[in-house]
């Protein structure tokens, strides 16, 4: 056998020890032990090997925006919603487009090779970000899965042009229909709009994810319509619920009643941790509600959840580096998932998880898929949270396009080594279900 690219002696998310073998862009092996002519042989003995970061929850038109044209000072979702405004009245096509291939240039650099991304389309201004993205989906295709949701972030019926603009990005091409329904003007047209949104997606045989009761408001049920809608046109295991924060503060007794019908309905949640522990809560003295919605809960249901980074330097969100380490870092703590199983659960919530909800299903590293993986400087999913290490080689589609130098620190210690590395694996820890 002759292939492109052999690995040699990676540790999978399962624990188990591999090579694996690459040609003609698909896994063409993956065995304990490959002998086989390899155009490169890469010693990765030691290091974890996994599928690629996904990230289903990302605002690719306002990434890297940051300070222009101005700072959000308070850092609350109102200024920032204001800053969007002014940002989208000035920035141009090809302003969108370059700072968005600089994301991309990041996430790939991080082994993040899929990424979700809403494209507002609530007025004329916004436009710019469809064609511009839509654009930069085609240019990243080889290397990166870029999936536009359509997203009239001013409302869908509260915005004068939003419905208008969101046919038409559907028309140009977008993939998945958004919405916002806490953000129309009533509860009513909140509820009108999933309607009409999930009927679009039925008859144009399109994915849903909305942006769902992003609110500390415990009487925002949108996520009930979005549920029902599933199942009466049809749409289930293919309709997510983003955010969804007011379930934090739900009644208890209504919750019961509400993940049985998600559960039923099939509906995926998104929550998006960095953000929902910056933005939520800001209305509150104290104690301060954490708004992350109810996710050891839903995951007990059933319910498909996977994280969302949400925002890297743009008006809601100073910080950010395309790691879903860090996102799966930030989730793990503030939902509690602190056990062995819930930690390990937390690393497929970024990378298998987020995959089922993006519908990429030749992705995975077995046999026959598609060659898209990345090498991390850690023994085991759970330390690669802990670390967030160094990702030490990334191939997409079977081409290396990432690589990194392993780090490392000397020490100058009278009586200690000269240097430490802070890698700590726990033997037979990944594999605890
Ligand atoms: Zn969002």
Known sequence: MSVDILLKGGILPDGRTTDIAIANGRIAAIEPSIDAEAGEVVDISGDLVSPPFIDPHFHMDATLSYGHPRINASGTLLEGIALWGELKAQQTEEEIAERALRYCDWAVSMGLLAIRSHVDTSDDDAMKGVRALLAVRETVRPYLDLQLVAFPQDGFYRAPKAKENTL??????????????????????????????????????LMVDMHCDETDDPMSRHIEQLAYET??????????????????????????????????????????????????????????????????EMLGHGI??????????????????????????????????????????????????????????????????????????????????????????????????????????????????????????????????
């Open 231 to 296: 199942q009466r046109l049809g749409l289930q295991g293919r309709v997510t619920g983003s955010h969804l924060t007011s379930m934090h503060s739900m009644d208890n007794y209504y919750v019961s009643k509400l993940l049985p019908l998600i559960a039923e309905a099939e509906v995926a949640a998104i929550p998006n941790p960095l953000i929902n522990i910056t933005l939520q809560g800001r209305h509150d003295t104290y104690p301060k509600r954490r708004g992350l919605t109810r996710v050891p």
């Open 304 to 433: 498909r959840v996977a994280w969302g980074q949400d925002c890297v330097l743009d008006p809601w969100y100073s910080l950010g580096t395309a790691d879903m380490l860090d996102v799966a870092f930030m989730g793990l703590h503030v939902a509690q998932m602190t056990s062995p199983g819930d930690m390990r659960r937390c690393f497929d919530m970024v990378t298998s998880e987020s995959a089922a909800i993006m519908g990429l299903d030749d992705l995975g590293l077995e046999k026959g898929r598609r060659a898209s993986l990345v090498v991390l400087d850690a023994g085991d999913p759970i330390e690669a949270i802990r670390l967030r290490p160094d990702r030490l080689l990334v191939i997409s589609n079977g081409r290396i396009v990432a690589r990194r130098k392993r780090g490392g620190t000397t020490l100058a210690l009278p009586g200690r080594p000269a240097s430490v590395s802070r890698r700590h694996t726990v033997e037979g820890r990944s594999n605890v279900a």
């Open 168 to 205: 038409a990005a559907l028309d140009m091409g977008v993939d998945v229909v958004g919405g916002i329904p806490h953000f129309e003007r009533t509860m009513a047209d909140g509820r009108a709009s999933v309607t009409e949104l999930c009927e679009i997606a039925a008859e144009r045989g």
